[in-house]
């Protein structure tokens, strides 16, 4: 399945919905703002639909898991594309950060949440699209 995601010139793509590994709102001068990050299968896409759409367009059909950044910015992933989740490296990650989590294709997020409570998040979205399977 596709995903038409809207892109900021106005426009629209599709993105295959199965290689979205998280999503979140745009922050710091590098990125535009006012727009929600995609990445998926090694790329970026800033996308004008809000986070609310992008949830209701793909998670029906992917495993998402609601988390937030250091910064206390929403965070979505697809919780079947967790590798691993670890605890923070003093110095060498975001002074809040309580868990890093490391995604597949390539890519780590930082976390708010402890390692415990990010396992408990991805495996509520894992157990929630096992039981539309079953």
Do not use: C, W
């Amino acid at each position: 399945m596709f995903t038409e995601i809207a892109t900021l010139n106005g426009g629209t793509q599709l993105v295959r919905t199965s290689t979205i590994i998280r999503f979140h709102p745009s922050f710091g001068s590098f990125e535009p703002a006012d727009a929600s990050v995609i990445d998926y299968d090694d790329q970026r896409l800033y996308s004008a639909d809000s986070l609310e759409a992008i949830v209701e367009k793909i998670g029906g059909e992917r495993p998402l898991a609601g988390l937030t950044t250091p910064n206390d910015l929403p965070l979505y992933v697809d919780a079947s594309k967790v590798i691993d989740i670890a605890m923070p490296i003093p110095g060498n990650h975001h002074p809040r950060a309580r868990s890093i989590i490391r995604l597949s294709p390539g890519g780590r997020s930082q976390l708010r949440e402890t390692t415990n409570q990010a396992r408990r998040e991805i495996e509520r979205a894992l157990n929630l699209v096992d039981a539309k399977v079953g």
